[in-house]
Each structure stands twice: as C-alpha cells, then as structure tokens.
C-alpha cells in the first residue's frame, strides 16, 4: 500500500471501521478480547480484513523486546535477549554502540512477528528516587536525545518501527495516572521536551507515546498545543502518537487532540470508570464535534506508519533471531558502560588474585528493573557464575555458604510468591550473616573481599527514601564496616560493586571502600561483564550519565513526588531548568560523584584545543592522548558556558561528546565536535534566544574535570 492506496483505502473505509482502528483491541487474550498473536505483547492494532489491513503488533520495551518466553501448549522458547538498562546503555556514551544495541533489538522484535517496540523511553532523571529511571537515560536532555536518536535509528534499519515515549513531564510513578506536573515552558523546552525534538529530527521515530500525567492541567493526551502544534507543526513529526496504556479520561478528546491511536483500547474492562473508546467517540462523530476531516487525518496517519511495518509486507517472521550474536552485543555494551567511581591502587586485579565474594547479589544478580522495562532472557550469568567461567580465583567454600544460604531462605522465611500482575514478589534477604571470626578466617585466605549490593526497582512505584533503597539497611552498612575493617586490617583491599539502577546514597561509606565498581544493571551477561573488569580484560570507560548526590537534601526537585504528600496532585517542577548538574554547578554544591565522572586504568590528557566560527556553526577540535600504561577509551565532553546576559543561565550545558576508539598507550585521537549555534539558545518567554557574547567553550573528561578552555564571540 502507498500512499495513493492509503487515500483510496481511507475512502473505502466505514466511519465504524475508522473508529475500530483509532482504537487498540483491548488487553489481549482476556475480557473476550482477542488472543495475542505474539505472546506477552502489549497490544495490537484492529484488523481489517475487508480492506487487508491486518493487525499489527506493539511491545515493550527499552532493555529487550519483551514478550513472553512460554506459550500453552508449545515446547518452543521465546526468549529475547536482556540488553543493559538504559541508564547503563547512557553510561557508554557511545552512540555506535546504542545503533548497534537498537539493531539487534530489531531484529528480535521483526523476527519474532512483532511490528513496533516500545522504546525508548526518554524522560529525565529529575529526581534520584524516580521509579523508572533505569529505563530513561540521562538527567540531560542533549546525552538523551542523542542516545535515543542512535538507537531509534538501529531499531528503525531492521523494517520495524520504535516508540518514543513517554511525551512528556512523566518523571515519577508516585500518582502517574492523575498527577498534574506544573512546569514552565522554559523548562518544558529546554529540559523535558528537547530529548524529544532531538530524536525526532534526527532520527523520525515512527511512533511517540504520550504519557499518563496532566501537565499544566491537562493531560498530555488529551492537548492539542503539545501534539499539534509542538510536535507535528513546530518539529515536523510525521509518524503517529499513542496513548500509554489506559491513559487519559477522554476518547475524544484524545483524538480532537491529534492523539492518533488509543491504546490498549477497551480501557473500561479495567478502569470502571470510562466507557468504551469506541463509543465516545461515536458520541462525539455524530455531535460534529469530531468531523470526517479529523477522523480520516487520523486514520490516516495511523496507516501511513503501519504500510510500513512486517505485518503489512506479510513478511514471514522466523522465530529465532540470532540469540547468540546479540549476546555479544549486550555484553558490549554492558563493557563499556560500567563506571569505575573509585579506585585507590586496588584494580585490574589478575586472574591468580584470591576472591572473596560477599552479598547475596552475587548469585541473585539484578540484570534489570521491573515492570513494562523488565525482559525474559535464555539466561543472565550471575556475578558469581561469570567470575568462575572466566577463570577468577573466587573463594568457593564462601560460594557454597552463599548457594545453600540463598537456597535455604528461599525455601522458608524469603519465599518468592507471585504478585496480581503475575510478577515475582522477591523479599530482600539478610545480608550481615557471616560471623566477625569466619570473615577473619576468609580474610586471611584471600587478597581481595568484593561486596555485592544490589537494589531493584521498576514501574507503578517510586523508590523510597529509606534504608534497603536510597541508603544501605543496618545489615548492609554493619556488613561492609566488617569486612572493610577486617580485610584492611590484614593488608588487603576491599571492593563495592553496585548492582543498581539509579543513585544511592554513597558518600557515608565510600571511605571504607578501596575500589568502587558501579555495574548497573547490565542485562544477561553481567557476571561476564564484571569478570573482565576485574581483571582489565575490559578497561571501565563508562561515564555517569546523572549525577550521585552526597546527601538527598542536595537534590534540586524537593517537590517531588508532588503535593499532598501522602496523595500527590500536583507535582511543580520549581528547581525550573536547573535539573541535574545545571543546579549542583551553578549553585555550587558538591556532588559524590559529578555528572561525566568516571575513572579509567589509564590516564587520558587533552592538548590543542582549537575552536572555530563558520556561519551558524562553532567546530572544537582537540587531541585526547593516552599518557597511561593500558589501552582504553575516553569520553570526552564539551560544555558551554554562556556569558552574563538578560536570561539566566545554567553555569554550564552539555552541547558536544564524542568517545575515543581504543588508544593504545601513547597514542592520540584528534577529535572534532560542531555545535551549531541555535543549540546554543534559551527559551525566552516565547522564542529561543541567542545572547551574543563571549562563550566560553569547556573541555572535559567530567563536567568538573575540565581540561581545555577557550573563547568564542557570538554577535
Ligand atoms: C508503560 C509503558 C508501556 C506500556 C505497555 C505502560 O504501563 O508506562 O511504558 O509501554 O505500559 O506495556
């Protein structure tokens, strides 16, 4: 089909088969609606056989195509592969990498029948305790855009579409159905809807998602001003936009407001309160309100994206993508996206080195978060597992105490059970459970004591200021005293490694620590991962793509979860643009770790810094050298610092990275990065404004570890 089709199908179609395809069929396989065609998808698109438009197919999500592995009565498997969560996958800095992730996640979603993956999802890391945040990249929204561009583009080469989402202020889970996120248009511009415009110019997703919140008192479903005249007009989208799922308290309004698709569709099985789509939407047809115009622009828009998908090519879907060579690519990823935050002498250890392994997260390795983000991998190594695959001399007498331990708790007072959603309901198991005289008995065994801490989180729920989430628990910190105590006292060191998907608190006992490993949560080849950076077979050259507070008071975004606080309404997003490191660099507070920090085995230094002015574009050009003794990559970062104008500005901005291939010692790369110059401006009222001036242009290995300065004039 074409477009000339499209007009000629469009024209073909019954107003009640218009309706039928603005709205989704429905949760699948359960109210009498429809059996999925792809088991554990998020939903499906109306077929219309009449017209052969068939039906196409929508799933999540941003770590792995998530569907489920098992279906009744079919001995085959349905695994996809579980890639680094997002945050990780920012971590790399790497947009060749977050293509090639994107690639084969398209693969996965084209060959298992699937048509358009849920992903990514691109809000911001406003507050650390955001309950998705390990499925959204950054708390800047030029890192942001900018991974999301590269992945959109891998997954969109395989023939099958992606989904930006969720468009836009959904920062927090606390209320997300209801809140209203009160937020200026500066920052609404400059901060949570530039990821957004971003990845659309550069990278035409074909779908984007509007997000469950009200924003300014309206939800973003349900308003024209962000999905006309921002999206389509001012940004040139071309795709179509759907609904999260149940989202929003009106049809029509949904689609009057250029809200394509309504998804799932049948919100009323689940939400007593709404009617059926299809209905309100026939009200609203036959009251004129909306007219054939607006139903055929819709219906229309919808069909343009789906000619191109799998489904309407009648491509035959195999069933089996190439598992194995997209788990190199997650392990690829996950290597360059682990951040090493510290590191006195202690690592690359060898593979002689003596290993003791603390923490039950060695062997229940958290691989990603859960919820709509969650994935069904063939496997994830654990930490303890790939440490033994890959050689390491891991203590294993402690290694047996941890299996029967763990199976043991599992088996009485830990049990796992099963939630109303069908998901696991893990019980946190105690961690303080070696006595001081057997850790003596460990310590002197071995060189080198590693904990493992882990925390999870995932969608519905945000993270919670308490022990066993923000901070450790008693059992954790009095665990980690000992063992630090114990092992330094015996002349050997000890490691955290942080199995986590957004910041904890740090700062009251990284003292106690000699190396800190921060591993995310890498997806299925974790225990790999780790391994070969422990032993400098992968050399860390992963940045932080969101800043670790010192201390929760420090973090900007105090109204968050919003107000009341034991029922938010309304969250106001105050703290205005200074999100992230524009409020710690311009306010001055010192953060744990900045945003961009990252250490690496070797040393990087940065010399002639060159910077140049062509019409609307400013070209920085810079040499990174390897002056260390191992090969590794760096992430090289320019901020611009703005001069004193009318409009305040942040102390600095990202506008330009680039990561270095493998150096090898004393080998240097010439790197060169353009910024175009409207980049450049603020949201003044109602227009972007350049302020001329002298800009000062700041190069980096962290936005605190600034190498290179220089000037350029902006009339
Ligand atoms: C989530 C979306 C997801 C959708 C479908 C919603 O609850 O917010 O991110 O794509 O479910 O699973």
Known sequence: MNNMDIEAVVSKMTTEEKIRLVVGVGVLGA???????VSGAAGETAEIERLGIPKTVLADGPAGLRIDPERKNDERKYHATAFPVETMLASTWNRD?????????????????????????????????????????????????????????????????????HFVVN???????????????????????????????????????????????????????????????????????????????????????????????????????????????KEAYEKGEITDEMLNERVKTILRVLVNTPAFKGYKYSNSPDLEAHAKVSYEAGSEGVVLLKNDNTLPVNEATKIALFGTGQIETIRG?????????????????????????????????????IAEFRKTDYVITKGQWGEDI???????IISQEEIEKIAERNDLGIYILTRISGEGVDRKLEKGDFYLTDDEFSLIKKLSETFRSKGKKFVMVLNIGSPIEIESWKAFCDAIILVWQPGQEAGRILADILIGKINPSGKLPTTFPKRYEDVPSRSFPGEPRENPAVVVYDEDIYVGYRYYDTFRIDPAYEFGFGLSYTKFEYKDLQIQQLGNKITVSFTVENAGKCSGKEVAQVYVRAPRGKIDKPYQELKGFEKTKELQPGESQRISIEIQIPDLASFDGNCWKVEPGRYEIRVGASSRDIRLTGYTEIM
């Open 31 to 37: 109210f009498g609606n429809p059996e999925p065609k």
């Open 97 to 165: 990498i977050l293509k090639k992730v994107g690639k084969a996640m398209g693969k996965e979603v084209r060959e298992y029948g699937v048509d358009i993956l849920l992903a990514p999802a691109i809000n911001i890391h406003r507050n650390p305790l955001g309950g998705r945040n390990f499925e959204y990249y950054s708390e800047d929204p030029y890192l942001t855009g900018e991974m999301a561009a590269s992945f959109v583009e891998g997954v969109q080469s395989e023939g099958v579409g992606a989904c930006i989402k």
């Open 171 to 281: 920062e927090q889970e606390t209320n997300r159905m209801t809140i209203d996120t009160i937020v200026s248009e500066r920052a609404l511009r400059e901060i949570y809807l530039k990821p957004f415009e971003i990845a659309i110019k550069k990278a035409k997703p074909w779908t984007v998602m509007s997000s469950y919140n009200k924003m300014n008192g309206s939800y973003t479903s349900q308003n024209r001003w962000l999905l006309k005249k921002v999206l389509r007009d001012e940004w040139g989208f071309e795709g179509f936009v759907m609904t999260d799922w149940f989202a929003g308290d009106n049809a029509a309004q949904q689609i009057m407001s250029e809200n394509d698709l309504l998804m799932p569709g049948n919100t009323y099985q689940i939400f007593k309160n709404r009617r059926p789509e299809i209905e309100e939407i």
């Open 369 to 405: 978060g859960t919820g709509s983000g969650e994935t069904h991998p063939q496997y994830t190594i654990s930490f303890l597992d790939g440490l033994l695959e890959k050689g390491l001399n891991v203590d294993k007498e402690l290694a047996e105490f941890y299996r029967n331990k």
């Open 426 to 432: 893990v019980p946190r198991l105690p961690q303080d």
